[in-house]
């Protein structure tokens, strides 16, 4: 059994940052394949990034491919979702994911353990 809470979202304006994290419970953290996905109003649960067990593979949707980055500190259980020059576009509730047997999945039914999400905001 894996815990996620998500923190870090806010408001910020566009061409801003975010750094989002995810803090996992469990002593398997490293076993597991990670990812974020994101929500907008009226909109389906959509893949954003994802990265390996060991860090050194991410992978990104071509709507934030260059803008953001995904990375994992094992030590820490966490992972982060670094977010530049955002868009009003972006705005959306981030949700962190945990798979136990899928790496750099992009659909929703990939992962097995979801955190509550955290807004995030653009204004322009």
């Known amino acids: 059994q894996v815990q996620l809470v998500e923190s870090g979202g806010g408001l910020v304006q566009a061409g801003g940052s975010l750094r989002l994290s995810c803090a996992a419970s469990g002593r398997t953290f490293t076993s597991y394949g990670m990812a974020w996905f994101r929500q907008a109003p009226g909109k389906e649960r959509a893949f954003v990034a994802a990265?390996?067990?060991?860090?050194?593979?991410?992978y990104y949707s071509d709507s934030v491919k260059g803008r953001f980055t995904m990375s994992r500190d094992n030590a820490k259980n966490t992972v982060y979702l670094q977010m530049n020059s955002l868009k009003p576009e972006d705005t959306a509730v981030y949700y962190c994911?945990?798979?136990?047997?899928?790496?750099?999945?992009?659909?929703?039914?990939?992962?097995?353990?979801w955190g509550q999400g955290t807004q995030v905001t653009v204004s322009s």
């Open positions: 994911a945990a798979s136990r047997t899928v790496v750099a999945g992009t659909q929703v039914w990939d992962y097995d353990y």
């Open positions: 990265i390996s067990w060991s860090g050194r593979s991410t």
